[in-house]
Nanobody, 115 residues
Framework: QVQLVQSGGGLVQAGGSLRLSCAAS????????MRWYRQTPGKQRELVAS???????NYGDSVKGRFTISKDSAENTAYLQMTSLKPEDTGVYYC?????????WGRGTQVTVSS
């Protein structure tokens, strides 16, 4: 059974930093890679960052240069380091890991950036 357990998030002032974590069981990030999405009110879920099993990364235009995705293969945990946060980064952040014909999701964590 695949489980993605998220931690981190919270309330931060604009310009601040937060780190999100996603610990996986039942799936191996070094094989499958993983992604971070965010959901903001009135908008579709947006892909924020992704990392492949081989470690290649990709970022949404709105977070390039500010967010960094990484993974610790030994801990089977992925991270999203968020810096220079803006109020428009506010939303619920989800980690997700692709499986065979399926996407596994974390439960989401709220990030709120105050101006």
């Amino acid at each position: 059974q695949v489980q993605l357990v998220q931690s981190g998030g919270g309330l931060v002032q604009a310009g601040g930093s937060l780190r999100l974590s996603c610990a996986a069981s039942g799936i191996i990030f070094s094989h499958n890679g993983m992604r971070w999405y965010r959901q903001t009110p009135g908008k579709q879920r947006e892909l924020v960052a992704s990392i492949t099993g081989g470690g290649s990364t990709n970022y949404g235009d709105s977070v390039k240069g500010r967010f960094t995705i990484s993974k610790d293969s030994a801990e089977n945990t992925a991270y999203l380091q968020m810096t220079s946060l803006k109020p428009e980064d506010t939303g619920v952040y989800y980690c997700a890991a692709p499986g065979i014909g399926v996407m596994y999701w974390g439960r989401g964590t709220q990030v709120t950036v105050s101006s």
